[in-house]
């Protein structure tokens, strides 16, 4: 069984998203075909799909034949508009900022490591883009850090008229 979260397989192709022209990442078809509902799945043809990350983008999938998925088609539509981070085990990006914020992110972050290399993600499936997920804890992290960084820097005495 291949480790879903290792860095072995070259990086996906990417593609501009035809509807609103953001970059998307290659997807494999077993991630499509376990994303889309019944029956849509059953339009799936073979070939390569791609995965749109924008959240306002109604396509979730398209392929280079032309086909093209909705996101309200997949199983999990409203959680990419609730913003999950981790699909594999149901961490929001909210409640890992807030981890962040807190000073306690290391036993989350933590958490997902270690199922990972026990080899329990099921990334490719779970999540759609079917990408792992701890990519997208380090750069929520690198952007708490620069939002708190902006905050220290431009308080809300810095924006008053009173001066």
Known sequence: MADCCSNSSPTP?????????????????????HQVRFPENQAIHSGDYYFCPAEACTVAYFSTAGDTVLKQQLRIASNIREGLLCYCFDITEAQYRSTLQAGSAAALKHFVIEQVKAGYCACEITNPSGQCCLAKFKQLEKQTRQDFSRKLKWGPSDFSSEK
Request: net charge positive; proline share 5%.
């Open 13 to 33: 192709n990417a593609h501009d998203c035809p509807s609103c022209g953001a970059s998307a990442k290659r997807v494999g078809i077993k991630t499509v075909y």
